[in-house]
């Protein structure tokens, strides 16, 4: 069985406010299982101006199996960190429940060993919780709890559902003949297969322009997403337009300014956010400014670039690109024009008649990064103040494809698309292996496996474990309210599909995953209809409009319009706290959990059965025993129990006096809501 162990997040149920303002006085509370320890002192170690602080918590009373353990503190710091200090009473503990779960996962992540080395006593034995779990030795400030004394996101983002659309690729409207062909495209049919080798990888044009996708918006509201992000949409010479040549218009291509005002409108109508896509690090060669820089060193904009030559005519681009010159932003007047103030291109589209609720910032990792000047805070904060002036119910999403966490503090981004805490893992565990050789930029055939650019081999083989291990380990360092705007995409339009290496089976497992831990699930616009594509360029795929009723493409869209709904209806999914229940090889359990809902998650490749603890999910259960002939999907425990939400495969729940016990068949997602979690209020 497995044993349980403290628990702390950065939820209501733990923190009395995600919003403090500095000097103001926070709740914090600790839940620990019922007969661990004994406890003889539990405390809170606060680390403000750096420079560490104790408070001493209360026991306030037991519930459902739980002593809750309470204390104040005032914070001091935008950024306040806090762990917790459990010391027990005497050397008895060691062959307790601490013990027996050393090896276990809390409710962050795996706990440390925790008994005595030889010949040293257990008597005041300590443990440290923080956000990577339970330790026996002093952990890391970075992995601290954090309250966050900074304007936070719009509480609509935590609770939204992203949809991910690249114009050219999503739809053609009834103008889209109209509109006139420039000299770098090459044009493509509909139906025409995505050409990965240049120019064409970069060229090909297939003419989706923005009415296209006001023609669809019904299909977003009938999948469920809250949110439309759109890959740039400013005027530039490929199909990406991550090489804009202006930031202050709307590609003709796509039906200029009058079409953006139209489909944001629509989208507004439906219910639906829309956010633009900002190329902060770069620019195109083509650009307007950059132009007027080129060759001319006392132009106004001699300095928007890095210039390496007194000529202004050699110059660096975006990891050696010469069609993407990167901004200096030491540039006083480009922070002006580009991101400081009601009249800068960030204001611009913010404010009317366009209205986007806010951006998604490519490359913001290497932003202002260059060399021995790193201006990264300086940009990201700039650009959120004129966000907070212009209209401050929008969000700001970073680019950072990898460990994200020393920028997502809280000073400015709301969240991040970032793979290592959910999309690589995920495809660690459940893609499988295959022919996943892709054809290169220059038409040559790589043998090596595509995995986010690295070059590791092909698709790592990981366990439920390894991804339970790195969820925590990219996380732990993330201030809660910042993760819950963290970005959960199965794949992206920088990134081979998902599907191409999971088989069908898989895919609800996946995006069980994504709805249901913390964060903003993706879908990028063809993963409900089920479409493959070997890498970045290859995964850029037009929509199958009309097929929707195919028996190969109506299961998956059943799939996401079942998940994105349950993701919608249970606010719990959104803000609820995170609790690991049990960890195999090749399974994951765990709640997501709120004073109002407790919602369990079971998620097996391989066949599971597993009991747990009676007080597992911190909420009084009828006892009942299981029954042999249980219907697939019945969950046993009374009227306090219900039959999953969604379900795929086979998987039972039954509650007895001897614990929870659950079992799923191979391929088994099983998702139950629960009442919530019971606590003592002082």
Known sequence: MDALLPHHDGSALHVSTQTPALGDTVTLRLRVPVGYGPLKAVRVRENPDHEPRWTDARLTGTAAGWDWWQAEVVVENPRHGYRWLLVHEDAAAADGPAAAGAAATSGQGTAAGTTAPAGRSNAGRIEWLNQSGLHSVETLDAEDFALLATPAAPEWLAETVMYQVFPDRFARSSAADSHDKPEWAIAARWDEPVDPVLPGRSKQFYGGDLDGITEHLDHLTDLGVTMLYLTPIFPARSNHRYDASSFVDVDELLGGREALIRLVGEAHARGLKVIGDLTTNHSGDGHEWFQAALGKPDAPEGDFYYFTNDEHTEYVGWLGTPSLPKFNWNSTELRRRFIEGPDSVVAHWLKEPYNFDGWRVDVANMTGRMGAEDLNEEVRQITRRTMEAVNPDTVLLAESTNDAASDLQGDAWHGAMTYPSFTRPVWGWLTEPGDTSHVTADGSIDPEAWFFGQPIGGIPNYSARDFAEMTVRFTASIPWRIRLGNMNPLDTHDTARFRTHAPADNVPLALALSVTLPGVPVVFAGDEFGLSGDDGEMSRTPIPWGTE??????????????????????????????????????????????????????????????????????????????????????????????????????????????????????????????????????
């Open 549 to 682: 009723t195919d028996p190969a493409v109506a299961p998956t869209l059943d799939v996401y319009r079942q998940l994105i709904a349950l993701r919608r209806e249970l606010p719990t999914l959104s803000h609820g706290g995170l609790r690991w229940l049990h960890v195999a090889d090749d399974a994951l359990v765990f709640v997501r959990e709120d004073a109002d809902a407790t919602v369990l998650v079971v998620v097996a490749r391989s066949p599971l059965t597993v009991t747990l603890p009676a007080n597992a999910l911190g909420v009084e259960l009828a006892a009942t025993a299981a029954s042999d002939g249980a219907a697939s999907g019945h969950a046993s425990g009374g009227a306090d129990a219900a039959s999953p939400a969604f379900l795929s495969g086979d998987a039972t729940l039954a509650s007895a006096a001897a614990g929870l016990t659950l079992s799923a068949a191979a391929r088994t997602c099983a998702i139950w809501i629960l009442p919530g979690v019971e606590y003592p209020v002082d």
